[in-house]
């Protein structure tokens, strides 16, 4: 995550930029200066202590533990009952461990209301319900239909797949609950074969997510991969092009951008907007004390125990807590950080269909990023849920 400043590196890029055409492109070795005081101004953010949720006021919905429900209401629902399910997520058509279903968040000083699908669907009757973000926002917009469904068995539904709008409605209710795929929420744009990540403007300028009653956004993930799995080859910051720049700083520009977006483009009197806070991920066994033993989530069949997980504070929530406390309106956090870190037990492992059998039999292919369905996307919905109607 370094700023590649040197001379040299400008000169070669800056030749291969003409040849291909993007002769408007300035490389200005003073630009840097600018960049490196904001990877300072994060090192500073870094060693501050989380910021408490401040959006209930009689109820900590985010601060609890997870305690074990042996009763038939958990899981919410059958991954067999719901075909929207991808594999990636299926981990029951894969995996023999099911314990990680029979888990309830118990809020500090309150009880979760029950989640109930009809009352959902009645109340959006009408409207869309739309998420917007990456992978982790696809977990989540998959649990909620499914979650539905099985409070609607017989409804008549429509669904229908695309890149980057997917939509499932609910014919009964007039009720869609999509899923829009913008892993970054500003643009990535192509220009002559070369991806440029736009941190100054959203992505196609929002227009897809005017509209829907509620929005659910989602970012985080995507910002810290590395090599092959990189989602630019340039990012565009005030005119100017880099090959990289510090990830806090691009994710920083990246959540004003879109907060001053939905602070000018979003009526807040009829549309409902909602931030989903970092999803964190276990890859680090070290983290919550299991030393050598193991190399990532793999095995792991119970939460963390407490109320608190060991490991590190995702530096990446500082600036999205930071961003959203500064909109003019600010957006509804709803910050499953935490409690999703004590779940080091729900990710999909090696019990995920994106594996051939070959490496499902390899635990460090383990994916201990995304989460299984039935799961804990299931108790974000149950929180999404209760912030809405309660």
Same mark, same amino acid.
């Given at each position: 995550?370094?700023?590649?400043?040197?001379?040299?590196?400008?000169?070669?890029?800056?030749?291969?930029?003409?040849?291909?055409?993007?002769?408007?492109?300035?490389?200005?070795?003073?630009?840097?200066?600018?960049?490196?005081?904001?990877?300072?101004?994060? #090192?500073?953010?870094?060693?501050?202590?989380?910021?408490?949720?401040?959006?209930?006021?009689?109820?900590?919905?985010?601060?609890?533990?997870?305690?074990?429900?042996?009763?038939?209401?958990?899981?919410?629902?059958?991954?067999?009952?719901?075909?929207i399910i991808d594999p990636e997520?299926?981990?029951?058509?894969?995996?023999?461990?099911?314990?990680?279903?029979?888990?309830?968040?118990?809020?500090?000083?309150?009880?979760?209301?029950?989640?109930?699908?009809?009352?959902?669907?009645?109340?959006?009757?009408?409207?869309?319900?739309?998420?917007?973000?990456?992978?982790?926002?696809?977990?989540?917009?998959?649990?909620?239909?499914?979650?539905?469904?099985?409070?609607?068995?017989h409804a008549q539904t429509q669904?229908?797949?695309?890149?980057?709008?997917?939509?499932?409605?609910?014919?009964?209710?007039?009720?869609?609950?999509?899923?829009?795929?913008?892993?970054?929420?500003?643009?990535?744009?192509?220009?002559?074969?070369?991806?440029?990540?736009?941190?100054?403007?959203?992505?196609? #300028?929002?227009?897809?997510?005017?509209?829907?009653?509620?929005?659910?956004?989602?970012?985080?993930?995507?910002?810290?991969?590395?090599?092959?799995?990189?989602?630019?080859?340039?990012?565009?910051?005030?005119?100017?092009?880099?090959?990289?720049?510090?990830?806090?700083?691009?994710?920083?520009?990246?959540?004003?951008?879109?907060?001053?977006?939905?602070?000018?483009?979003?009526?807040?009197?009829?549309?409902?907007?909602?931030?989903?806070?970092?999803?964190?991920?276990?890859?680090?066994?070290?983290?919550?004390?299991?030393?050598?033993?193991?190399?990532?989530?793999?095995?792991?069949?119970?939460?963390?125990?407490?109320?608190?997980?060991?490991?590190?504070?995702?530096?990446?929530?500082?600036?999205?807590?930071?961003?959203?406390?500064?909109?003019?309106?600010?957006?509804?956090?709803?910050?499953?950080?935490?409690?999703?870190?004590?779940?080091?037990?729900?990710?999909?492992?090696?019990?995920?269909?994106?594996?051939?059998?070959?490496?499902?039999?390899?635990?460090?292919?383990? #994916?201990?990023?995304?989460?299984?369905?039935?799961?804990?996307? #299931?108790?974000?919905?149950?929180?999404?849920?209760?912030?809405?109607?309660?």
């Amino acid at each position: 995550m370094t700023f590649l400043c040197s001379q040299n590196r400008f000169v070669v890029l800056a030749s291969l930029l003409s040849l291909l055409g993007l002769v408007s492109l300035q490389w200005q070795l003073a630009s840097c200066a600018v960049l490196l005081s904001m990877r300072h101004h994060h #090192d500073h953010i870094h060693h501050q202590k989380p910021m408490v949720p401040t959006n209930q006021s009689t109820c900590s919905l985010f601060v609890g533990s997870w305690v074990r429900d042996e009763t038939e209401t958990y899981p919410l629902y059958q991954s067999s009952s719901c075909p929207i399910i991808d594999p990636e997520f299926n981990c029951q058509m894969y995996g023999p461990d099911s314990g990680y279903l029979k888990y309830r968040w118990k809020p500090l000083n309150c009880e979760l209301p029950r989640f109930n699908g009809v009352e959902f669907l009645l109340n959006m009757k009408g409207k869309t319900v739309m998420f917007v973000g990456d992978s982790l926002g696809l977990n989540q917009w998959q649990s909620l239909i499914c979650m539905l469904s099985a409070a609607v068995p017989h409804a008549q539904t429509q669904l229908v797949r695309g890149d980057p709008l997917s939509v499932f409605r609910f014919l009964d209710y007039g009720v869609s609950i999509s899923f829009y795929r913008a892993p970054y929420l500003v643009e990535v744009d192509v220009v002559q074969g070369k991806r440029i990540l736009r941190l100054e403007k959203v992505d196609k #300028d929002g227009d897809p997510w005017k509209g829907a009653a509620v929005l659910s956004f989602n970012t985080g993930h995507w910002w810290s991969h590395q090599g092959s799995l990189q989602g630019w080859d340039y990012v565009e910051l005030g005119g100017k092009f880099y090959p990289d720049m510090d990830r806090l700083a691009a994710l920083e520009r990246a959540m004003k951008t879109w907060a001053n977006w939905v602070d000018t483009n979003i009526d807040r009197s009829k549309t409902r907007v909602f931030f989903q806070s970092i999803s964190p991920t276990h890859y680090n066994p070290n983290e919550w004390n299991m030393g050598g033993a193991r190399k990532n989530c793999y095995g792991e069949t119970a939460p963390i125990s407490g109320t608190t997980y060991p490991g590190a504070y995702p530096e990446q929530m500082r600036i999205v807590d930071m961003v959203i406390r500064e909109m003019r309106n600010p957006a509804y956090l709803l910050d499953i950080t935490m409690l999703s870190a004590l779940r080091k037990d729900g990710h999909p492992s090696i019990y995920s269909g994106e594996l051939s059998p070959q490496k499902r039999a390899n635990p460090n292919r383990a #994916d201990c990023s995304h989460w299984c369905l039935p799961g804990l996307p #299931d108790t974000w919905n149950e929180l999404f849920y209760t912030a809405l109607f309660y």
